[in-house]
């Protein structure tokens, strides 16, 4: 896996998420494929196949002593730009060796459309029953919006996939999206009495967030080092909305509010509150109630904060779980072995999304094919090649002879903020800004 490439990825983009209107209306935008950059040489005793397929380019590798299994790679975020691209599958080298043949798909278009991409995708495996022939089985893997687009294809095509390897995957959808509204609105409130989202972007990146950050800090520039007694309370509320105490997350937060990220997490506040396919406005806080610590009675400071800080209801339209017609929710309707990893200190796609996803297959009674496990670092898909490929070895151990693997249980608020949570899976070492695990 090109992890330096996974872990800058939100440093060297921006990253549209949110869109100004609904994108479900309005025509396509004119999406094209530079077919002259979809060859690629096979690795020796292998076949590659590229073409494209549905409006998407593709790629397909075949071991000449192939198991008759197939192994799908779900990209994440690509930007808005209109050039569609394909991804090698990040395990390839791994897969080849072991007889196994994969696939990706650029997908019909870019930007946050998990629809597109589950559709594409499960058309690619069809594609490869044309060129190659049947599998006896298809695995299907993705990162990030890939990993949104994972848990929803085998949501969506039970029958189709018999495994699936999810990686700081996008989980819980809308409450995804509804975190990076609590992030902006929470430092607003807290940094400068006052809140809002959307906002205007140059005013409030040049204007609003330097006050907020002024105001959160003890002294000049030691935001987000040091923060004083209000920059506290945002952090430990943040920390509250994506995941609850844990291992990692002081490291995490310095890291995605660091210089060098250039205000990612609030560049976040400035892009809109509909998402593309959602008819209307799809974030939403109506209901929740922010704490700064984890007291459930609610300190005058939080009263105070609740009744100030600004409330957003969802439109209903905008968040229904329509299958593909707009964005995709996991309903938890699990059926096949699903492995998924997450950083502890990811606060792009935060482990929120784990934990809420935990959830929804539970409430389905479908847990017995979840299996989760937490790694420690910072960085967002910062998963070691050793964690991915001991983590597919253990779906395919599972799928084909029905030992299910061990995990972590991110349902446990007990367990996830014990000191050695995420240690158990993790590649000790390899992560940037990883917290050490405690000394037997």
Known sequence: MNRKKLLLLAA???????AWGSAASGPKPNYFIDETKLPFEAIPGATAYWGVHSG??????????????????AHGYFGTGLELEVENHPLRPLLISQGYAWAASSYSRNDYDVATGVQDTHALTRRFNGIVGRPDRIY???????GHITAVAVEQYPNTYDGALAICGALADFEQFDYLMDFNVAAQQIGIGSSAFPVEPVSYLFGVVPTIKANLEPFPGAWPFVL?????????????????????????????????????????????????????????????VYQFDSDPTLSPDEIAF??????????????????????????????????TVHNLGDLFVPVLNEIEYARRVAEHGNSEFLVQRAVRGVGHCDIT????????????????????PAGDDWLDPANVAAQDFGCTFNDHGGHFGEEPCPTP
């Open 140 to 146: 299907i893997s993705g990162a990030s919006m890939g």
């Open 385 to 404: 090649p050793l964690e991915f490929s001991t983590a597919f070895v253990d779906l395919v151990i599972w799928t084909e002879f029905g030992v299910r």
């Open 228 to 288: 004083n007694s209000s920059g506290e309370n945002l952090k430990n509320l943040v920390e509250l909305r994506t995941g609850g105490v844990r291992p990692n997350y002081d490291l995490g937060f310095v890291f995605w509010n660091a210089p060098f990220l250039d205000d990612f997490l609030f560049q976040l506040g400035t892009l809109g509150n509909t998402i593309i396919r959602s008819p209307g406005i799809a974030v939403d806080n109506y209901d929740v």
């Open 56 to 73: 998407a380019g593709y790629r397909i590798e075949v071991p000449d002593d192939w198991n008759g299994e197939l192994v799908i790679w």
């Open 12 to 18: 060297a983009v921006p990253v549209l998420l949110f």
């Open 306 to 339: 609740n009744d100030g800080v600004f409330r957003q209801m969802a439109d209903p339209q905008a968040r229904n779980s329509n299958g593909l017609a707009q964005l995709p929710v996991t309903t938890g309707d699990l059926s096949v072995p699903m492995i």
